[in-house]
């Protein structure tokens, strides 16, 4: 007696980018994985101004530097120097 066995697999993924949805079509079970990014967030100022906090210290505060046009966290303004009689 002789036998064939035929047996076809197909999977198909549809993504449609204006929805936002995935579609799966699968004859075997399997898993889908799928990321996206998700939307920007609001910028650190309306303006545009940048933060450099490349000279942080422990106890730093933000403040604005109006020479170079950015906000600053360095060790000029923390919260020991202004207690400490900083200029306030």
Not at 29 to 50: D, H, I, L, M, R
């Amino acid at each position: 007696m002789n036998t064939v066995t035929i047996s076809e697999t197909k999977n198909t993924v549809s993504v449609n980018e204006t929805t936002n949805t995935v579609t799966v079509n699968e004859g075997n079970a399997s898993v889908v994985t799928v990321a996206t990014e998700g939307p920007q967030g609001p910028a650190f100022a309306a303006t545009g101004t940048s933060l450099n906090d490349s000279g942080k210290v422990n106890n730093s505060l933000v403040y604005f530097s109006s020479s170079d046009g950015t906000f600053k966290a360095d060790a000029t303004r923390t919260v020991e120097n202004l207690v400490d009689g900083g200029n306030f």
